[in-house]
T-cell receptor, first 111, second 112 residues
């Protein structure tokens, strides 16, 4: 079964608003990552948060991790039309080489 | 800097025909390599991963196979394609212990 599950499946907001996406997972992890995918393209790594970290920032991105709830959130502040894409969380389970991806959240930012 | 190449970008093949998709990585040594398939509007399904030459693990039973003839080359093959093999195929590499992955541009495969 999927390790990472994103919520919501789709999100539509106005430019300038904040976008929040959530991810839940099931097993112990080394880290959790967020990726972005523009339509028909490969995935681009955005940010990685380790299991001993609770929050991380990168530009307009803010990621939180709650290992007790096995959940993470990605916040994009002051969204732009160019942020329109699918966003995936991915977990690196403890002791493995594989990174397991969720089904993604499709974000649409209206100009 | 590291780069990853995939080709072809798009491919249309008849049912029952063979398949060969190639992925190469430049600028790094002994990468972990991955093949994923993505159905339209869905997440990524891990097909194969390799932590070294002659070390390939298959994640799902299917009519696809993978080979790693060189350290930085990963090939996805099929002897006879099925309609259900249509999808977007992505190759990725990672290095180090954090498993941050870097993706190629993908191949859009349509089986008719």
């Amino acid at each position: 079964s999927q390790q990472g599950e994103e919520d919501p499946q789709a999100l539509s907001i106005q430019e300038g608003e904040n976008a929040t996406m959530n991810c839940s997972y099931k097993t112990s992890i080394n880290n959790l990552q967020w990726y972005r995918q523009n339509s028909g393209r490969g995935l681009v790594h955005l940010i990685l948060i380790r299991s001993n970290e609770r929050e991380k920032h990168s530009g307009r991105l803010r990621v939180t991790l709650d290992t007790s709830k096995k959940s993470s959130s990605l916040l994009i502040t002051a969204s732009r039309a160019a942020d329109t894409a699918s966003y995936f969380c991915a977990t690196a389970p403890t002791g493995g080489f594989k990174t397991i991806f969720g089904a993604g959240t499709r974000l649409f930012v209206k100009a | 800097s590291q780069t990853i190449h995939q080709w072809p970008a798009t491919l249309v093949q008849p049912v029952g025909s063979p398949l060969s998709l190639e992925c190469t990585v430049e600028g790094t040594s002994n990468p972990n390599l991955y093949w994923y398939r993505q159905a339209a509007g869905r997440g990524l399904q891990l097909l194969f991963y390799s932590i070294g030459i002659d070390q390939i693990s298959s994640e799902v039973p299917q009519n696809l196979s993978a080979s790693r003839p060189q350290d930085r080359q990963f090939i996805l093959s099929s002897k006879k394609l099925l309609l259900s093999d249509s999808g977007f195929y992505l190759c990725a590499w990672s290095g180090g212990s954090n498993n941050e992955q870097f993706f190629g541009p993908g191949t859009r495969l349509t089986v008719l």
